[in-house]
């Protein structure tokens, strides 16, 4: 892999809020450039028996964090997520409970635990988080939600990063008359060369 990477991010917990043990999934798809200058896309997917849809976007993130740090080189990362718990955490909350020693003004910190793992988790690189909304059309986010519904659904975990089958997907959709106007590709080099440029992203990217 190149020094840059875009992750575009999703969870889901079937029965989110309901009593008893709700089964989770997250999945990403991860895209970057291979050592010839290709655009490579490679996917994951997480689950877990009984869980919420915030505890999968922060395990989802550490997951993504920590299977690129086993490719052995610090990167620069942007990761794409429809959730605000995840990205509003750790760009305006994270900071404030860090400098209060892992404190809230107000109340015990939720999912403690998953929080510090995250912060350890985005050291391993130079991370960037934007927010877009969900179920708008964006393929890529719609892709990743797709991969997290079906590994909440199956409890399925990847073997770490694997072959995509975002192609595939995207064919799929095209057949449909969907996204028949857009270019994943260009779509990739737009957010890379803006991270390359050193650009701040803002908290929502739409």
Not at 8 to 23: A, I, K, M, V
Not at 86 to 100: D, F, N, T
Not at 144 to 153: E, F, G, H, T
Request: overall charge neutral; glycine content about 12%; aromatic content about 8%.
């Amino acid at each position: 892999m190149s020094g840059i990477a875009v992750l575009h991010l999703d969870e889901s917990c079937l029965g989110n809020g309901r009593e008893g043990e709700n089964p989770g999934g997250g999945g990403g798809l991860i895209e970057a450039r291979s050592g010839n200058g290709r655009i490579q896309r490679r996917d994951f997917f997480i689950s877990s028996p009984a869980t919420t849809n915030n505890r999968m976007a922060l395990s989802g993130a550490i997951a993504a964090l920590q299977l690129l740090a086993k490719k052995g080189a610090r990167l620069r990362v942007l990761i794409v997520s429809d959730s605000q718990y995840l990205v509003k955490g750790m760009r305006e909350w994270v900071p404030g409970w860090v400098a209060r020693g892992w404190r809230r003004k107000e109340g015990p910190i939720e999912n403690l635990e998953l929080w510090k793992a995250l912060l350890a988790s985005s050291r391993l690189h130079d991370v960037q988080w934007t927010w877009v909304r969900g179920h708008q059309g964006h393929a890529k986010n719609e892709y990743a939600n797709d991969l997290a519904v079906l590994a909440a659904k199956e409890q399925r975990t990847s073997d770490g990063i694997v072959e995509s089958g975002f192609g595939a997907w995207l064919e799929a959709r095209r057949a449909k008359g969907m996204y028949l106007e857009y270019d994943p590709d260009q779509a990739f080099v737009s957010l890379e060369r803006r991270v390359a440029a050193g650009e701040e992203f803002p908290l929502s990217d739409e």
